[in-house]
């Protein structure tokens, strides 16, 4: 082997030596003896951005206690988190604020989905039930405000799909243990448990200091639909323990919100108007108006049976229909009349609803002496022709209700005090039960309905005009 060949294995085997730590050294990042930070030179995936909570000193807030500037009306609408947190899709929202007679924005910050729309709630964060798709939330709210519209808060209570799954110690649990969930597979935070009421609240209250002069509390209730007698919660539940539980509620929450300067709402069925029970579901009307400033009952035609009221078809008749839920609320209410405030249908689910219908709906709150309310629509798509002026704002402009309309009043009542008579073993005869139904569909018949409907409607005979007198009380 000459000198030169052994010179280059030599080489060769020291270079292999070196070769071999470096190679570590890079994949591991440090910095070479001689100085070169090779870990500049790693390929690493980039990392996702974890969910950064947002400061308080990022957090618009207001001075505290404030004073809401209630309008005279409230003439208002609901507005989505998604539609708020869009400057260009509320663009037709911001211009009926500054044409029209609405001077209200209801505005979600809790859905039933679980997810919070305001920063500032620590345990929002801890749980992941944060979602930001209203940023700048604080400075929306002034600009409103300088428009001169009230600003009212969503809060849906009870009805999550969050805070249970992360705290099922807080779920409504079923019979095996496991976490309920309603027909739509929807979870419920339960309504007795006072962690619940503080997660709900410490929101409200946040809400409060970004800005909102009004709390609405929706859902606020115990489930409704799916298996209710499978539902399992923290103390015995019964009629009078759920209405108990939901006035404690709000009871707390006046506690917590008004030191702050806020209005307290809340949102119920439309049958509170009338019935005489909480439907199973805690809401008393006249009980939970004592400890609120407002109470909206959702009065949306298409969702009541049909023979509600003794109208055969309520979707076809939303004058009639919120006329006569508002008169149940002016029985029920009486001089707290004044904290009534429906929600009204501007949406179409039986039947296309227009401008007329929805103003229709309107004027029945106006002819029973009630001056405000809201439309719902979830799209936030709005019937512009339903609205009126600006100068209207402050109008509540009460008409005589039409003629049929009293006529057909007072014969549902005299058919209302007939079925008493029965029950209670008064004679009468089935001519009698006879003229008056025939009465009330005289009348019905001028606020044309439908040829399908007209045909369902029998009067043939006592029974048909019982089973119906049963129908309205039971409604």
Same mark, same amino acid.
């Given at each position: 082997m000459t000198n030169r060949e052994y010179l280059r294995r030599v080489i060769i085997r020291t270079a292999g030596v070196l070769l071999v730590p470096a190679l570590l050294l890079y994949w591991r990042g440090d910095v070479f003896s001689f100085g070169y930070d090779f870990s500049t030179l790693k390929r690493e995936k980039p990392k996702k951005e974890a969910k950064r +909570?947002?400061?308080?000193?990022?957090? %618009?807030?207001? @001075?505290?206690?404030?004073?809401?500037? *209630?309008p005279k009306y409230v003439r208002g609408i609901h507005i989505t988190a998604w539609v708020a947190g869009s400057p260009g899709v509320r663009a037709d929202i911001d211009r009926f604020f500054s044409e029209t007679e609405l001077n209200t924005a209801v505005i979600d910050i809790k859905e039933y989905a679980g997810e919070v729309y305001i920063p500032g709630c620590p345990e929002t964060y801890s749980i992941g039930s944060f979602s930001n798709v209203m940023p700048g939330v604080g400075k929306y709210l002034k600009t409103l405000k300088d428009m001169g519209v009230y600003t009212v808060a969503r809060l849906v209570v009870f009805k999550d799909n969050i805070l249970p799954e992360m705290k099922p110690g807080l779920a409504v649990r079923d019979e095996y243990g496991g976490l309920w969930r309603d027909n739509a597979g929807n979870m419920w935070a339960d309504p007795y448990n006072p962690e619940v009421w503080k997660y709900n609240l410490d929101i409200a209250e946040q809400a409060v200091k970004i800005g909102f002069e009004e709390i609405q509390f929706d859902y606020i209730r115990f489930p409704s639909d799916g298996s209710t007698r499978a539902c399992r919660y923290s103390q015995n539940h019964s009629s009078l323990t759920a209405s108990a539980a939901l006035i404690n509620f709000l009871k707390e929450a006046n506690r917590r919100l008004k030191p702050l300067g806020a209005n307290i709402s809340i949102d119920v069925f439309g049958l509170t108007t009338t019935v005489e029970h909480d439907m199973g579901i805690g809401q008393k009307m006249e009980d939970m108006t004592d400890w609120v400033d407002y109470i909206s009952p959702m009065l949306y035609p298409s969702h009541y049976n049909n023979g509600a009221y003794g109208i055969p078809e309520p979707d076809r008749a939303p004058y009639h229909t919120v006329y006569m839920a508002i008169e149940g609320a002016k029985r029920r209410l009486g001089r707290k009349l004044g904290k009534l405030r429906p929600y009204l249908q501007d949406f179409s689910l039986m039947s296309d609803y227009d401008a007329e219908k929805v103003r229709a709906q309107i004027q029945a709150c106006y002819d029973n002496g009630v001056a405000e309310w809201l439309l719902w629509n979830p799209r936030c798509d709005y019937s512009e022709g339903a609205l009126k002026? *600006?100068?209207? $704002?402050?109008?509540?402009? *009460? =008409?005589?209700a039409p003629e049929y309309v009293l006529k057909w009043y007072g014969t549902q009542q005299q058919l209302r005090l007939s079925s008493a008579a029965v029950d209670s073993g008064m004679a009468m005869s089935s001519a009698t039960l =006879? $003229?008056?139904? %025939?009465?009330?569909? /005289?009348?019905?018949?001028?606020?044309?309905? $439908?040829?399908? +409907? *007209?045909?369902?409607?029998?009067?043939?005979?006592? +029974?048909?005009? /019982?089973?119906?007198? @049963?129908?309205? @009380?039971?409604?």
């Open positions: +909570a947002v400061l308080p000193s990022e957090i %618009e807030s207001v @001075r505290l206690p404030m004073v809401p500037k *209630k002026s *600006k100068e209207f $704002s402050e109008i509540f402009e *009460k =008409k005589t =006879k $003229s008056i139904y %025939e009465a009330l569909v /005289s009348s019905w018949t001028r606020m044309n309905m $439908s040829p399908a +409907a *007209k045909e369902t409607v029998n009067v043939s005979s006592a +029974a048909v005009v /019982s089973e119906d007198s @049963r129908s309205i @009380r039971k409604n």
